[in-house]
């Protein structure tokens, strides 16, 4: 069965000092990757998919970079926080290229940006 | 660009009441329709979907949802909440590989 691992669950980090959010799948290969961010009232805010090493797509302009260096492992990244990073980070994979499609979500990481 | 959109942003039921929440999108071509659900301090978990076939589907816990091709709508249904069910809800539309998520509703059910 596929598992979806993110650490740290929680993290504390001052503004300005870099983050480094991993998510890792077991038990599938290839699969999809994404980034969201959960904020209350404003529900799931895609930040960046991929569809394989390498390949990153990023839906809105922000302090957030992200990284696929491995098939299963896709990585959150920032130079210098702000106080708006603090949120609800979510990773998913999904099945690429498949007709009928659904995502599974990690537990998510809670960072608090001071 | 695709939009989900759930109008519900906090409903306040009693026990044993019945619930509906709406769910609307916008894109015209063949899309994958979900309600995830995520109760307090718990990852988010699928409480349906619909691929194709019967547009009633049925979820765990006593949830429904009816997928309306002509309103573009795919309302959650339970004839009965439970205490339990106090959890905020979201619904997401896939297509391809993109999924779009509604700004999800809060439920919070008064015992």
């Known amino acids: 069965s596929q598992t979806i691992h993110q650490w740290p669950a929680t993290l504390v980090q001052p503004v300005g000092s870099p983050l480094s959010l991993e998510c890792t799948v077991e038990g599938t290969s290839n699969p999809n990757l994404y980034w969201y961010r959960q904020a209350a009232g404003r529900g799931l805010q895609l930040l960046f998919y991929?569809?394989?090493?390498?390949?990153i797509s990023s839906e809105v302009p922000q302090n957030l970079s992200a990284s696929r260096p491995q098939d299963r492992q896709f990585i959150l990244s920032s130079k210098k926080l702000l106080l708006s990073d603090s949120g609800f980070y979510l990773c998913?994979?999904?099945?690429?290229?498949?007709?009928?499609?659904?995502?599974?979500f990690g537990p998510g990481t809670r960072l608090t940006v001071l | 660009a695709q939009s989900v959109s759930q109008h519900n942003h906090h409903v306040i039921l009693s026990e044993a009441a019945s619930l509906e929440l709406g769910c609307n999108y916008s894109y015209g071509g063949t899309v994958n329709l979900f309600w995830y659900v995520q109760y307090p301090g718990q990852h988010l978990q699928l409480l349906l979907k619909?691929?194709?076939?019967?547009?009633l589907v049925k979820g765990i816990k006593g949830f429904e949802a009816e997928f309306i091709k002509s309103k573009f709508s795919f309302n959650l249904r339970k004839p009965s909440v439970q205490w339990s069910d106090t959890a905020e809800y979201f619904c997401?539309?896939?297509?391809?590989?993109?999924?779009?998520f509604g700004t999800g509703t809060s439920l919070t059910v008064i015992p």
């Open positions: 991929s569809v394989g090493i390498g390949q």
């Open positions: 997401a539309v896939n297509t391809g590989n993109q999924f779009y």
């Open positions: 998913a994979w999904s099945r690429d290229r498949v007709l009928y499609n659904e995502q599974f």
């Open positions: 619909y691929f194709s076939g019967d547009p």
